[in-house]
């Protein structure tokens, strides 16, 4: 009898730590910006997102408010001045829900962050109306094909310890995350809320200016080639 | 008798990563999609080829509106597929073998049509009214809508030595002279899709399936 229960006990504890194992393989994919394509070929592009904020935080979504470019031979992107592009407007915008525990990196994948700039060109070409490149990777005729990206990157959450919205269109509660392009806050002029996860203030001066960033437009993947992170924390 | 007890938890082990594998295989998904496989929007792509073909991307050739409840027989156009538009593109590299499909996440889908909306509103703000989010719950938004679409699929077919890249620009025209990004040639709606701002997904209710061959 006692070796039945110690069979039963051994079965039991392999299970659980199989399904334990499992689950955390899956909490991983949850803590990371990536398409299926950068979960299958495990493909982060050395850029994550760090919450400095003391305790775990759902974020919906991640935008792209300045574009700056430098050269290959440059390759400076010590300071972002939104020399593209700059603002608090969601360009280059992918919404997914994660949640990042707290002190804990959520990494960005080569495909996700392709995907961001590819969609913040066209938002550029709106906007501003030039970008030195057409396609991520400037491989598209006409593009400068010398010229690397720099950027900042915020975050969005409707958590309402870090943000607030107050933009309440009853009977529906406030969206997970704003409409592509507008603003990720608003004075109470006009809608009075704040999805900003990062003081736009911030970005790209106390916060990193990210990059060289290098595409590949046949591989449709964005990397850079020191690991580098953008934090967010309370607003002060 | 240790033997037999490392034998039950190996098989768990086998039994589970199969069914993980099986339930999560990479289509066209964000890392939320692969964690909700129990929850797909139900919109799959399918290769009708004798052989396999690399998708390098989907958009939104056509976007079109109908009332919850009606069906996609007689949606109102937003933009016509005439233009040949990548609106909505979210591009990424995935095979699909010879007759198979593969499935379209549902927060895939949700980006998608959450910049297919951007580009009505920039380029086209003339065209009948829409939404700013897909599951119309923006403050500016006064009206429910579902969405009747045509889906586009992304992938070289013919390059000219000027067109090396795998997509074109966003929002540009996904054919033109000397290049052609077009895998499809038939094109019926797929809808009527009704999203969620809160989970930032779109769904159909029954499954619907767009063909290339």
């Not at chain 1, 790209?204 to 993947?221: E, F, H, I, K, S």
């Not at chain 2, 033997?3 to 295989?25: C, D, E, G, R």
């Not at chain 2, 380029?123 to 009206?143: E, F, N, V």
Request: proline share 6%; with cysteine; hydrophobic share 35%.
């Amino acid at each position: 009898m006692n070796k039945l229960k110690n069979s039963l006990l051994y079965v039991c504890l392999g299970i659980s730590l199989v399904v334990n194992a499992q689950a955390q393989e899956q909490d991983d994919s949850a803590s990371a910006f990536m398409t299926g394509r950068d979960i299958q070929a495990n493909a982060t592009s050395n850029i994550s997102i760090t919450n400095g904020a003391g305790q775990s935080v759902s974020v919906s979504g991640l935008f792209i408010p300045s574009f700056d470019a430098t050269t290959v031979e440059e390759g400076d992107c010590s300071v972002c001045t939104g020399g593209i592009v700059g603002g608090d407007n969601m360009g280059g915008t992918i919404v997914s829900p994660v949640i990042i525990g707290a002190n804990k990196a959520a990494a960005i994948g080569q495909n996700y962050l392709y995907n961001m700039i590819y969609n913040g060109i066209y938002y550029i070409r709106n906007t501003v109306g030039s970008s030195p490149c057409q396609l991520p990777g400037c491989s598209w005729p006409g593009d400068s094909t010398d010229r690397r990206w720099c950027l900042s990157i915020n975050a969005t959450s409707l958590n309402a310890s870090y943000t607030y919205s107050h933009y309440v269109r009853a009977p529906n509660p406030p969206a997970a995350a704003p409409a592509y392009g507008a603003a990720g806050s608003s004075v109470p002029i006009q809608f009075d809320y704040n999805y900003d996860l990062i003081n736009p203030n911030t970005l790209g001066v106390a916060n990193a200016c990210l990059g060289p960033v290098t595409c590949n437009d046949q591989t449709l993947t964005c990397t850079v080639a020191t690991p580098q992170s953008e934090t967010f924390q309370p607003w002060s | 008798m240790f033997k037999f007890y490392l034998v039950f938890p190996i098989l768990t082990l086998l039994l589970i990563t199969t069914a993980f594998a099986q339930t999560n295989s990479m289509g066209f998904m964000t890392a939320r999609d692969v964690l909700h496989s129990d929850s797909p929007s139900n919109i799959y792509l399918q290769n009708n080829r004798g052989s396999t073909v690399t998708v390098y991307g989907l958009y939104v050739r056509q976007y079109a509106s109908v009332e919850p409840g009606q069906n996609c027989t007689a949606p109102e156009v937003m933009y016509s597929g005439v233009g040949n538009i990548t609106a909505g593109a979210f591009v990424a590299p995935v095979a699909i073998n010879a007759g198979k499909r593969v499935a379209i996440g549902s927060n895939y889908l949700y980006n998608m049509l959450y910049t297919a909306n951007y580009y009505i509103q920039i380029t086209i703000p003339s065209s009948p009214p829409g939404c700013q989010l897909p599951g119309c719950t923006w403050g500016s938004d006064m009206h429910t809508y579902n969405w009747c679409i045509y889906l586009g699929a992304l992938a070289p077919n013919s390059n000219s030595s000027d067109y090396t890249a795998s997509v074109p620009p966003a929002a540009d025209a996904a054919s033109g002279v000397g290049y052609n990004y077009n895998l499809i040639s038939s094109y019926g709606y797929l809808g009527p899709i009704s999203c969620d701002d809160q989970t930032l997904t779109c769904t159909v209710e029954t499954q619907q399936t767009q063909a290339f061959s």
